[in-house]
């Protein structure tokens, strides 16, 4: 079993920032990518950014120069660090792992997701 716990959503105004963690925890023999994707209400979850083992990192076009994602390979940890938030990111933020586990199968894993709310 592999469980993505998130942390860190909450409610800002906007301009503000928040920083999000997510820690994947079980029978874990390989991490290959963690990442964030969102889910506004009435639209569909999208990728927001995710880092693969060896760093290389894509972020979505929108939060490109506010938001930073990394990870701390000894923790099983990735973080999203966000700035200048606008009305626009409010979303449920998820955890995403594609890991390998003590199977030696791969499998995508989800966190529980975590609310954020941007609103003056």
């Known amino acids: 079993q592999v469980h993505l716990v998130e942390s860190g959503g909450g409610l800002v105004q906007p301009g503000e920032f928040l920083r999000l963690s997510c820690a994947a925890s079980?029978?874990?023999?390989?991490?290959?990518?963690m990442g964030w994707y969102r889910q506004a209400p009435g639209k569909e979850r999208e990728l927001v950014a995710d880092i693969n083992s060896s760093g290389t990192i894509n972020y979505a076009d929108s939060v490109k120069g506010r938001f930073t994602i990394s990870r701390d390979n000894a923790k099983n940890t990735v973080y999203l660090q966000k700035n200048s938030l606008n009305p626009e990111d409010t979303a449920v933020y998820y955890c995403n792992g594609l890991i390998i586990d003590r199977s030696f199968l791969g499998a995508i894993y989800w966190g529980q997701g975590t609310q954020v709310t941007v609103s003056s």
């Open positions: 079980g029978s874990i023999i390989r991490i290959n990518r």
